[in-house]
């Protein structure tokens, strides 16, 4: 049986998050519902950009609505 999910990005989008994850070694699953998935591509690439390669995986609670960056 298949999974349904309510993702609120393109799926281009969805597979940059991915390889960004993948290289930061971080699990993207958390992130498949975020609503503010501009400022979570931001971070991420911005975790890429710098080096920093073992981090603590963003909170995806930051992301929706009523979070921290949500709308």
């Known amino acids: 049986m298949s999974e349904t999910i309510k993702m609120r990005m393109s799926v ?29 591509i931001f971070d991420l690439t911005a975790l890429d950009l710098k080096g920093q390669h073992e981090v603590i995986p963003l909170d995806p609670a930051d992301y929706n609505k009523g979070g921290k960056y949500g709308n």
Do not use: H, T
């Open 12 to 40: 281009d989008e969805w597979n940059y998050i991915c390889k960004i994850c993948e290289r930061l070694g971080i699990d993207p699953f958390p992130y498949q519902e975020v609503w503010n998935y501009g400022k979570l």
